[in-house]
Nanobody
Framework: QVQLVESGGDLVHPGGSLRLSCRAS????????MGWYRQTPDKERELVAV???????KYSESMKERFTISRDSARNSVYLTMTDMRSEDTAVYFC??????WGPGEYWGQGTQVTVSS
């Protein structure tokens, strides 16, 4: 059974930082491109960042200066470090696993809520 479990979502003040984690099980993690996506009630789910099995990364243009994606194969985990956060970063953030593609792939986590507010 494949599981992607996100954690780390929280309420953060504008300008603050947050680190999200996603731990994968049931997949051969090193074979997968892992990604972070986000969604708000009034928008479709959008790409935040992805990282390939080899460590290559792609970012949404509007977030690449503030967000960093990383992975730790020893822990079957992918991380998203967010800095200089803004109210428009408020969303549910989802972890995704994709095989043989940049994604999104078929495996999704349940999401973690991030709220940026003073």
């Amino acid at each position: 059974q494949v599981q992607l479990v996100e954690s780390g979502g929280d309420l953060v003040h504008p300008g603050g930082s947050l680190r999200l984690s996603c731990r994968a099980s049931g997949i051969r993690f090193s074979f997968y491109t892992m990604g972070w996506y986000r969604q708000t009630p009034d928008k479709e789910r959008e790409l935040v960042a992805v990282i390939s099995r080899g460590g290559n990364t792609k970012y949404s243009e509007s977030m690449k200066e503030r967000f960093t994606i990383s992975r730790d194969s020893a822990r079957n985990s992918v991380y998203l470090t967010m800095t200089d956060m803004r109210s428009e970063d408020t969303a549910v953030y989802f972890c995704n696993g994709a095989r043989d593609t940049w994604g999104p792939g078929e495996y999704w986590g349940q999401g973690t809520q991030v709220t940026v507010s003073s």
